[in-house]
Nanobody, 124 residues
Framework: QVQLDESGGGLVQAGWSLRLSCAAS????????MGWYRQVPGNQRELVAS????????NYADSVKGRFTISRDNAKNTVYLQMNSLKPEDSAVYYC?????????????????WGQGTQVTVSS
């Protein structure tokens, strides 16, 4: 089991910056990848950025490339999302995600864990 505790959301003006934090606890050694997703009412939850636990490979949604940066502090079991040049369309509830992949002989099992979500609102 993994628990995720998010912080850092808020209300900012367009062009400003925010940093989200996600602290993981529990069986953190089993985490394969951590990421940030976001969701607005009526839409599906979408991946914003992710980072693998081993090699630290990052992945970003096209809409945030060049503006957002995901990073991690392994000693603190914490993942960050630095969001710069924020736009009103970045407004959403942001969720931290931990993906655990368990490898068996002939199949893999994936488990997703989610934080409670933190609201980010960008005014124009």
């Amino acid at each position: 089991q993994v628990q995720l505790d998010e912080s850092g959301g808020g209300l900012v003006q367009a062009g400003w910056s925010l940093r989200l934090s996600c602290a993981a606890s529990g069986d953190t050694f089993t985490i394969s990848r951590m990421g940030w997703y976001r969701q607005v009412p009526g839409n599906q939850r979408e991946l914003v950025a992710s980072i693998t636990s081993g090699s630290g490979i990052t992945n970003y949604a096209d809409s945030v490339k060049g503006r957002f940066t995901i990073s991690r502090d392994n000693a603190k079991n914490t993942v960050y999302l630095q969001m710069n040049s924020l736009k009103p369309e970045d407004s959403a509830v942001y969720y931290c995600n931990a993906l655990i992949i368990r490898f068996y002989i002939d199949y893999n099992e994936e488990s997703n864990y989610w934080g409670q979500g933190t609201q980010v609102t960008v005014s124009s």
